[in-house]
């Protein structure tokens, strides 16, 4: 309301603003109030159960059920959108307010976590306990893949050197290895653990290839040495397909050369 006055005349001027009510338990029409103005009304304690917690928590008078949630979600450490309210044996919404639906002080209020929520949290901890056990399972091949990558260095520097090695020493280290293969095999492994595990499997392979292929050399002793004489067979094909392994054998010509010469006068 606005007050001015002008050669002893007084008038007035008034400010109007629309007005929300509310209907109060007991069918009394009040005027709206919210949360957040100054006239928010007195603050109320309720007592909230959340299994076998219990605790008391201040809110305003006028509050609604979301407001509420965001104070437990502080006290609680579950999201406004991961609790479940409920008041009198029913679940309340979030836009509810505690004073229509009969909230008091000290009235009891029963908080339980969504359920499709839990859910997913037990489905989120059961993939890091599978990505924990998978990284530690492919640690302990790693552990074993290392010794035997070192037994497989030793040997090539063992074979370097001139000696021959029994074949049974590589037969038993490619069987070590490819054991250790079959145990990342049957890994199951998601995310950096499966990158983790696809690193050790071509380590692995590798030292495998590399034991065949000493394997090989030993077995033949023309291979080793810079004496080595590799032989390879190289065919050479003609216009007429002559030097190919199977072009036909040439024939005689049917004309018949003679060197016989007549003298003339």
């Known amino acids: ?26 069918g009394m029409l009040v005027q709206k109030r919210y949360v957040g103005c100054g006239s928010s009304g007195p ?3 309720i ?6 917690c219990h605790c008391d928590t201040a809110v305003p008078a006028q509050s609604t059920f979301g407001d509420l949630k965001k104070v437990l979600a502080h006290e609680t450490g579950l999201e406004p959108k991961e609790q479940r309210l409920l008041f009198r044996g029913k679940e309340r919404e979030d836009d509810e307010y505690l004073h ?3 909230v008091k002080d000290m009235s009891k209020v029963i908080l339980f976590e969504d359920p499709a929520s839990k859910e997913r949290k037990l489905e ?20 074993e893949a290392d010794k035997l990558c070192e037994k497989v260095a030793e040997l090539e520097t063992t074979f370097c050197s001139g000696t021959t090695i029994a074949d049974k020493e590589f037969v038993v280290l490619t069987e070590l290895l490819m054991t250790q293969l079959l145990k990342l ?3 199951e492994a998601d995310g950096e653990a499966k990158v983790q595990r696809r690193i ?5 392979q590798s030292s495998v290839e590399t034991l065949d292929s000493l394997k090989a050399r030993n077995s033949n002793p023309f291979s080793n040495g810079s004496n080595a004489v590799s032989v390879t067979t190289k065919w050479e094909t003609f216009a007429s397909g002559a030097g190919s392994p199977g072009s036909p054998f040439p024939t005689q010509s049917a004309t018949k050369v003679t060197q016989d010469w007549e003298l003339f006068d």
């Open 200 to 204: 050790e499997v071509r380590r692995i």
């Open 43 to 45: 603050m109320i304690k």
């Open 185 to 187: 095999d049957s890994i």
């Open 100 to 102: 229509m639906v009969g």
């Open 47 to 52: 007592k909230v159960s959340h299994g076998s």
């Open 1 to 26: 309301m606005k007050r001015s006055t002008s050669k002893g005349t007084e008038t007035r001027e008034f400010n109007y603003r629309e007005i929300d009510w509310e209907l109060r338990p007991g």
């Open 124 to 143: 989120e901890m059961k993939r890091n306990q599978g990505t924990f056990e998978a990284y530690e399972a492919v640690a302990r091949v790693r552990a």
